[in-house]
């Protein structure tokens, strides 16, 4: 069983910091990519940012310049620091992992976290 604990949401005012934190645990061999969704009341859930074992991201045109995702691979963790916050960055932040569960796997399973809320006042 592969768990996601994510952490660090909260409410900010605009132009604000913050901080999103994701940990995998359980009987894991390998994390092809980690990354940060979130979906917003009425709206599809979207990718905001990823990043690969060997370091390649990619980031939604909305954040680049403004988030950075990190990861450090021997805690199995990943990170999203979210700079100028703006209210249309509110939404729910989903943590995402894609899983080797065996070294023989052919394709990743996908594991989601809860998700934490992000509110960004005007």
């Known amino acids: 069983q592969v768990q996601l604990v994510e952490s660090g949401g909260g409410l900010v005012q605009a132009g604000g910091s913050l901080r999103l934190s994701c940990a995998a645990s359980g009987s894991i061999f390998a994390i092809n990519v980690m990354g940060w969704y979130r979906q917003a009341p009425g709206k599809q859930r979207e990718l905001v940012a990823d990043?690969?074992?060997?370091?390649?991201?990619r980031y939604a045109d909305s954040v680049k310049g403004r988030f950075t995702i990190s990861r450090d691979n021997a805690k199995k963790s990943v990170h999203l620091q979210m700079n100028s916050l703006k209210p249309e960055d509110t939404a729910v932040y989903y943590c995402?992992?894609?899983?080797?569960?065996?070294?023989?796997?052919?394709?990743?399973?996908?594991?989601w976290g809860q998700g934490t809320q992000v509110t960004v006042s005007s």
């Open positions: 995402n992992a894609k899983v080797l569960l065996r070294p023989w796997q052919l394709a990743p399973y996908d594991y």
């Open positions: 990043i690969t074992s060997g370091g390649s991201t």
